[in-house]
Nanobody
Framework: VTLVESGGGLVQPGGSLRLSCAAS????????MSWHRQAPGKERELVAG????????NYADSVKGRFRISRDNFKQTVYLQMNSLIPEDTAVYFC?????????WGQGTQVTVSS
């Protein structure tokens, strides 16, 4: 299983970013996917999750209405569209899949929201 995140960067408050996570090594369309984030000095937290065929999504309260998770099963990629970014969104964002009992993580992509 390999997960590769991209799309992070420095953005001003109120701005937008779209993160991508390219997956390989497993049957992508059969598994739910999720995005998590970890800010300095804080525990990793769930940001959003999406079902295997994309019909169901859930979000952390802190990002509801601002972030949208989606997936393209043909491209084996999951996305996180982040709008109305605030400094509190600054963190390393990780893609995750749980295959069997084993969770797999990407290397993460840094998102910094600052003026």
């Amino acid at each position: 299983v390999t997960l590769v995140e991209s799309g992070g960067g420095l953005v001003q408050p109120g701005g937008s970013l779209r993160l991508s996570c390219a997956a390989s090594g497993f049957t992508f369309s059969s598994y739910a996917m999720s995005w998590h984030r970890q800010a300095p000095g804080k525990e990793r937290e769930l940001v959003a999750g999406i079902s295997s065929v994309g019909g169901l999504a859930n979000y952390a309260d802190s990002v509801k209405g601002r972030f949208r998770i989606s997936r393209d099963n043909f491209k084996q990629t999951v996305y996180l569209q982040m709008n109305s970014l605030i400094p509190e969104d600054t963190a390393v964002y990780f893609c995750n899949v749980k295959v069997g009992r084993s969770p797999f993580w990407g290397q993460g992509t840094q998102v910094t929201v600052s003026s």
